[in-house]
């Protein structure tokens, strides 16, 4: 017996088993080879080793949610290497770019809830960090 790694026209692969090279040939000719999945007879063979190949590059895909949280933490590194540490100021700082009283930029620090709050109900833009402030910066 040998085992045959097959496909059909619609794409689903699946394992045959047969006498012989010959008789999955005559088989396959004689349409006497069906997908398992569909139930198509245009079969073709795949080259040996399909399999494996496709088997690793399963293992070694990296999980969709793994991936979109270190792009998040990547964008919240940039976005923290790009403003200022204003650190417990921030509340007054974001205050005083939202009312122009200096120039606007990106600011980053520490707020309690309560000031948060307030900045979000004076419809001052702050966006809640799940990261601790870096000491040593600026
Ligand atoms: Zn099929």
């Given at each position: ?13 699946f ?31 795949l080259?040996?080793?399909?399999h ?30 790009n ?13 005083k ?10 600011i ?14 004076e ?14 910066m600026?």
């Open positions: 017996m040998i085992v045959l790694n097959l496909s059909c026209s619609n794409s689903h692969s394992e045959g088993w047969f006498a012989s090279l010959e008789e999955f040939q005559r088989q396959a000719v004689a349409q006497q080879v069906t997908c398992p999945h569909c139930n198509d007879v245009n079969i073709t063979k080259p040996a080793g399909s494996v190949r496709r088997a690793v590059m399963e293992k070694s895909a990296v999980p969709a949610s793994i991936s979109d949280e270190a792009k998040v933490l990547a964008a919240l590194e940039q976005l923290l290497n403003s200022d540490n204003v650190g417990a100021s921030f509340p007054e700082e974001a205050r770019i939202h009312y122009e009283e200096t120039p606007a930029r990106n980053h620090g520490t707020a309690s809830v309560a000031e948060v709050r307030s900045l979000l109900e419809d001052i833009g702050v966006i809640p960090l799940p990261l601790r402030p870096r000491k040593g600026h």
